[in-house]
Structures are given as structure tokens and as C-alpha cells.
């Protein structure tokens, strides 16, 4: 990373004394956004390995929020839809159904026949059978099984409803 050389920090910042300018200059070495180029902190594959490393260890509230800043510095870019579906995951590992529903229900929608709508139309029914509302789990799952019937999660589907129908008996 490329710095200013000091005597050039000396000439524009001439008012301040030295310490002040040794704190200046050791607070940017240390701080991003404080030095005079971009740091390779602040990229989208960095955002993402970072967020990813966030909920992986149980950060989830930490890792949507790295997420949603990776959607509004790059709203253009290519792992758009993964990041979306990882937000959506994060909230269903620490219990938030109904913003998670929601945001699968839509990726679900828009990403239809493709992968992260696939696991986003699973992922309903996932969050369906974890609140306990088996009907609306059912009729997710054979959807699924429907609309994706060679895909992988079919057979985690197919174990799942034989499970429901099982608790109804």
C-alpha cells in the first residue's frame, strides 16, 4: 500500500506538531479508510469471505450485516443473489422465520429453475417445518419435489414429509 512520504505530511499539515503527526500517520497505517488508497478490505470477494467467515462461526447478525454491505457497495455485482440468500440462511440460523421466509419467498421467485432460487424454494419449507407449521411445510416440500425432482436436497424433501406424515398418525 502506498503512502504519502512524511515530509509531504509535514508540508500540508505545517500547523500541527509532530506528535500529532506521528499519531496521524500511525492511526492510518492502521485504520482503513484512513489511508490514501483503497484497501483490498474493502472489495467484494473480501466483504464476502469475510461475512461468510462471520456466520460460519455463529456471527449471524455481524455476517447480514457484512452482506447488506456488500449488496449496497456492489449492487451490480454477480454474487448478488448468493449474498441475498446468505442473508436470508444467517436470519434462519438465529431464529428469525419471518424476515428469512420472506426473503427465501422472493429469491425463490426471481431465481426460479436456477440455484439459489432451488434452495430458497427448499428453505421455505425448512422454515415451515421449523415453526411447526406442518401443512404449509407438506405442500413446500412436494412443490419442491415437483418442480426439482432429480435435484439433491429431493431426498431430504421425500425424508421429511414421510416424517410429517408419521407426527400426524
Same mark, same amino acid.
Given at each position: 500500500?502506498?503512502?504519502?512520504?512524511?515530509?509531504?505530511?509535514?508540508?500540508?499539515?505545517? #500547523?500541527?506538531? @509532530?506528535?500529532?503527526?506521528? %499519531?496521524? @500517520?500511525?492511526?492510518?497505517? @492502521?485504520?482503513?479508510?484512513?489511508t %490514501? *488508497? +483503497?484497501? *483490498?478490505? +474493502? /472489495?467484494? $470477494?473480501?466483504?464476502?469471505?469475510? $461475512?461468510? /467467515?462471520?456466520? !460460519?462461526?455463529?456471527? !449471524?447478525?455481524?455476517?447480514?450485516?457484512?452482506?447488506?454491505?456488500?449488496?449496497?457497495?456492489?449492487?451490480?455485482?454477480?454474487?448478488?443473489?448468493?449474498?441475498? %440468500?446468505?442473508?436470508?440462511?444467517?436470519?434462519?440460523?438465529? $431464529? /428469525?422465520?419471518?424476515?428469512?421466509?420472506? =426473503?427465501?419467498?422472493?429469491?425463490?421467485?426471481?431465481?426460479?429453475?436456477?440455484?439459489?432460487?432451488i434452495?430458497?424454494?427448499?428453505?421455505?419449507?425448512?422454515?415451515?417445518?421449523?415453526?411447526?407449521?406442518?401443512?404449509?411445510?407438506?405442500?413446500q416440500?412436494v412443490?419442491?419435489?415437483?418442480?426439482?425432482?432429480?435435484?439433491q =436436497?429431493?431426498? #431430504?424433501?421425500?425424508? +421429511?414429509?414421510? *416424517?410429517?406424515?408419521?407426527?400426524?398418525?
Amino acid at each position: 500500500m502506498r503512502r504519502l512520504p512524511y515530509f509531504l505530511i509535514l508540508k500540508k499539515f505545517s #500547523k500541527l506538531s @509532530v506528535v500529532k503527526i506521528f %499519531f496521524l @500517520v500511525s492511526f492510518s497505517m @492502521v485504520t482503513h479508510g484512513w489511508t %490514501f *488508497e +483503497t484497501s *483490498e478490505h +474493502t /472489495n467484494a $470477494a473480501s466483504i464476502m469471505a469475510f $461475512a461468510d /467467515n462471520l456466520s !460460519h462461526h455463529g456471527y !449471524h447478525y455481524r455476517a447480514v450485516m457484512e452482506y447488506e454491505r456488500l449488496l449496497y457497495f456492489y449492487p451490480k455485482h454477480p454474487d448478488i443473489p448468493k449474498a441475498r %440468500f446468505k442473508i436470508a440462511c444467517s436470519m434462519k440460523s438465529s $431464529a /428469525n422465520y419471518t424476515p428469512a421466509l420472506q =426473503l427465501f419467498s422472493s429469491l425463490a421467485k426471481e431465481y426460479e429453475g436456477i440455484s439459489p432460487g432451488i434452495e430458497a424454494s427448499f428453505q421455505k419449507a425448512e422454515i415451515f417445518y421449523l415453526t411447526h407449521d406442518y401443512q404449509s411445510a407438506l405442500k413446500q416440500y412436494v412443490k419442491f419435489i415437483s418442480l426439482y425432482p432429480k435435484h439433491q =436436497l429431493t431426498k #431430504k424433501a421425500r425424508n +421429511t414429509i414421510i *416424517e410429517i406424515e408419521k407426527q400426524s398418525q
